[in-house]
């Protein structure tokens, strides 16, 4: 069975940092382009943060340009979202999603983000 597993989320002040990392198997993580998402309350999910497979190509929504960074170790099938800078408006459940080039998408279930003092 297909798994992605999210870890790093916590609560943290403004301004400051976490990384998040998913850690992907039972299939092929070089395949796979892989994404950040979150789903604040009562809001759509959105995308954060993408990454190519093989030229790591990486893009960015434009309210975590600057601040977020993504990242993947093909060696681990982990992937990385180094968050600096965070606002409160960064609260959020974070999910790591996986993408093939057919369309396929797995989730993993999510890592909560709480940025508040």
């Known amino acids: 069975q297909v798994q992605l597993v999210e870890s790093g989320g916590g609560l943290v002040q403004p301004g400051g940092s976490l990384r998040l990392s998913c850690v992907a198997s039972?299939?092929?993580?070089?395949?796979?382009?892989m994404s950040w998402y979150r789903q604040a309350p009562g809001k759509e999910r959105e995308l954060v943060a993408s990454?190519?497979?093989?030229?790591?190509?990486?893009n960015y929504a434009d309210s975590v340009k600057g601040r977020f960074t993504i990242s993947r170790d093909n060696t681990k099938n982990t992937v990385y979202l180094q968050m600096n800078s965070l606002k409160p408006e960064d609260t959020a459940v974070y999910y790591c999603?996986?993408?093939?080039?057919?369309?396929?998408?797995?989730w993993g279930k999510g890592t909560l983000v709480t940025v508040s003092s």
């Open positions: 990454i190519t497979n093989l030229s790591g190509s990486t």
């Open positions: 039972r299939f092929t993580f070089l395949n796979y382009v």
């Open positions: 999603n996986a993408r093939s080039s057919r369309g396929t998408h797995y």
